[in-house]
Each structure stands twice: as structure tokens, then as C-alpha cells.
């Protein structure tokens, strides 16, 4: 079983749903991260947080360590958000990657 | 602001040359690092540097050696290219080498190897 598990692998959306990606880990963190990799792009980070919630635009970071999960919700999707969208959770010095969701959003 | 910049973007080798990939970072971070990502897995770590005059390994470094010529500076080669090392290579940086930093990535290097 990977440290780092994602859900779901892959989503199609219609333009404006409401998105929901969801990471769950099995070790004690000191953080996680939510990155985002467009198609034959570089990887951006977008979120990095070790409790609560955080809000940057129309995208929702979430976090609960007791339950070892984490959600990242995108509201009023766009084609531009298509993209996969990859947890990472940190262990000290190193990052541990999950597989990545990707997601499509359709006009 | 550049941020991470690597090089190059595309290289086809043969099994058994020799390469090396570049990256460069403008934002005075103490710690780089080399990530290989492969289909159906997620990003895995080659090498990182901490601070300037060190290396370590990582999860995957077989076949891989790294150079980190100076602060900016952080290079991985290829001594013997195998197909096994076909992937996308990122490079990346983050100030301190603690991953509660945030982590900057590079565009991202595909490397075939036929």
C-alpha cells in the first residue's frame, strides 16, 4: 500500500462544478502539500499546510491530521484548471508524493 | 524571476552515452533537489543537496552522480544511459531542507534513452 494514496485517479468536470480531490496518508507528517502539473509543464505548488484550511482564489485546501486526510476543492471550475493535481506529504526533510489526480474540465 | 530553470527540455540518447542535465535557481535557496517521474508513480528522489559542497542520496540513485557547482548551481549525469532511465527529471529548490518549506520545481527535462 503507497504512503500516499489519491482520490479519485482521474475526474471530468463540466465548467463550473464544484471539484473535490482527496489525499489520505498512512505516516505522521510534519505537512502536506497540494502541487499542480499542467500537461508538458513544470509542477507549481499551491497549497502547503499542517492544519486547518487555507484559501487562495477559488481553490480550498483542507486538513485533518487525526483522520491523516486532506482535501483540495476547486469551486466554479474552468478548462484552465484542467491539470493533474498531486499530494505530497512531508517527513521531516522528504517528500513523499502520491500518483496524482487528473482533471478535466469541460466547457 | 526565472525561479527554477533546467536544461535541456528534450534529449534522446543512446543506451550508454553519457549526459548531463542542468538546473539553476535564482531564488538564494540553500537546498536543490533531482526527481524522476515515472508513469502510474509519483515523484521519486534521485539526489538533493542541502546547502552548498553537499550531496546525498535519495530514494533512487543508481546510475545517477550530481554536482552541486555552487549555491545556484545543481547537475545530475548520466555516466551510462540506460532505458530504465527513460523519464521526465525535475529539478527543484526550496530554502531550507525541511520540506514544511514550499518547494519550487523546474519546467522539467524528458529523457529518452532507445
Known amino acids: 500500500k503507497n504512503e500516499v494514496e489519491q482520490s479519485p485517479q482521474n475526474l471530468t468536470a463540466q465548467e463550473g462544478e464544484f471539484i473535490t480531490i482527496n489525499c489520505s496518508y498512512s505516516?505522521?507528517?510534519?505537512?502536506l502539500h497540494w502541487l499542480q502539473q499542467h500537461p508538458g509543464g513544470g509542477i507549481v505548488s499551491l497549497f502547503m499546510?499542517?492544519?486547518g484550511k487555507k484559501k487562495h482564489g477559488r481553490l480550498i485546501a483542507t486538513i485533518n491530521i487525526q483522520e491523516k486526510h486532506s482535501s483540495l476543492h476547486i469551486t466554479a471550475s474552468h478548462p484552465r484548471d484542467s491539470a493533474v493535481y498531486i499530494c505530497?506529504?512531508?517527513?521531516?526533510?522528504?517528500?513523499?508524493f502520491g500518483t496524482g489526480t487528473r482533471l478535466q474540465v469541460f466547457p | 524571476n526565472a525561479g527554477v530553470t533546467q536544461t535541456p527540455k528534450f534529449q534522446v540518447l543512446k543506451t550508454g552515452q553519457s549526459m548531463t542535465l542542468q538546473c539553476a535557481q535564482d531564488?538564494?535557496?540553500?537546498?536543490m533537489y533531482w526527481y524522476r517521474q515515472d508513469p502510474g508513480m509519483g515523484l521519486r528522489l534521485i539526489y538533493y543537496?542541502?546547502?552548498?559542497?553537499?550531496?546525498d542520496k535519495g530514494e533512487v540513485p543508481n546510475g545517477y552522480n550530481v554536482s552541486r557547482l555552487n549555491k545556484r548551481e545543481f547537475s545530475l549525469r548520466l555516466e551510462s544511459a540506460a532505458p530504465s532511465q527513460t523519464s521526465v527529471y525535475f529539478c527543484?529548490?526550496?530554502?531550507?531542507?525541511?520540506?514544511?518549506?514550499?518547494?519550487?520545481f523546474g519546467e522539467g527535462s524528458w529523457l529518452t534513452v532507445v
Open positions: 527543484a529548490s526550496s530554502e531550507h531542507l525541511d520540506s514544511g518549506n514550499t518547494i519550487y
Open positions: 505516516v505522521g507528517i510534519s505537512a
Open positions: 499546510l499542517s492544519s
Open positions: 505530497a506529504v512531508s517527513l521531516t526533510w522528504k517528500l513523499i
Open positions: 531564488m538564494n535557496h540553500n537546498s
Open positions: 543537496s542541502a546547502s552548498e559542497g553537499t550531496t
